[in-house]
């Protein structure tokens, strides 16, 4: 069966699983499935179910599973970008959007001395990176963390290279000094940069200074481009 019309469905246990009622609107209103029409189901966790529909009912549709496909990662290396929420929010979801399609493991936005948002509705941005997943036909669904301060970010235990892209005369280029494949811990910081004292706090807790380039970037566009880089440099 071709992997197409993919609904959401975390923590499928049964032969029979009934989708949501946001899933089961789309699939039943939007898309006008009924009885017997085939659909994929994606767990989020590397899964994607072959299913049909025995119950169309648009406020729980209910699907039997025929088979299931275990999906591997592209790549064993761990990726997790925290970055500050832009003031206009549709640039941080574009963000959250282009790096599931390129693949990323984990994002958590982060709050620093500049940043000029100060909050971020989870459910909202949850919703993008679902959609995202979906379209680009991913079997994981990345973590998603809620807004966390940068000073405590710092200070907490991470697994692999850990890496504060900058723009206050970093001289290093990411893809000079990262290692292919070692987990990546990569903070981007907001509109008018991290501050020297983050940037200080970061150094004394093993992060290392990078440069992306001479241009300057968008804090989304650097997001992005991190992200790719490190991708790119595990499928050579």
Same mark, same amino acid.
């Given at each position: 069966m071709k992997i197409d019309r993919i609904f959401y469905a975390p923590e499928i246990q049964l032969d029979l699983h009934a989708l949501n009622d946001i899933e089961s =609107?789309?699939?039943i209103k939007v898309l006008r499935l009924k009885i017997g029409d085939e659909i994929v189901l994606n767990d989020g966790v590397g899964n994607f179910y072959f299913c049909e529909i025995i119950d169309d *009912?648009? =406020?729980k549709c209910i699907v039997q599973i025929k088979s299931k496909q275990e999906v591997e990662k592209t790549t064993s290396v761990n990726i997790h970008i925290a970055i500050a929420p832009t003031k206009n929010i549709d640039r941080f979801e574009w963000f959250l959007e282009k790096t599931t !399609? +390129? $693949?990323i493991d984990e994002i958590t936005p982060i709050l620093c001395e500049r940043s !000029?948002? =100060?909050?971020v509705k989870i459910e909202r941005v949850e919703k993008i990176v679902i959609s995202a997943m979906k379209q680009s036909l991913k079997a994981h669904l990345p973590k998603l963390n809620s807004l966390t301060s940068f000073s405590t970010l710092v200070k907490t235990p991470l697994d692999g290279e850990k890496y504060i892209a900058h723009c206050n *005369? #970093?001289? !290093? *280029?990411l893809v000079e000094i990262y290692k292919k494949g070692t987990n #990546?811990? +990569?903070? +981007? $910081?907001? !509109?008018g940069d991290f501050t020297e004292k983050e940037i200080k706090l970061a150094k004394e807790n093993n992060f290392k200074e990078i440069s992306l380039g001479k241009s300057r970037l968008r804090t989304e566009t650097a997001g992005i481009v991190v992200c790719d880089i490190i991708n790119v440099l595990n499928s050579i």
């Open positions: =609107k789309h699939c *009912n648009y =406020k !399609e +390129i $693949g !000029e948002r =100060k909050d *005369n #970093a001289t !290093e *280029n #990546a811990f +990569i903070l +981007i $910081g907001p !509109e």
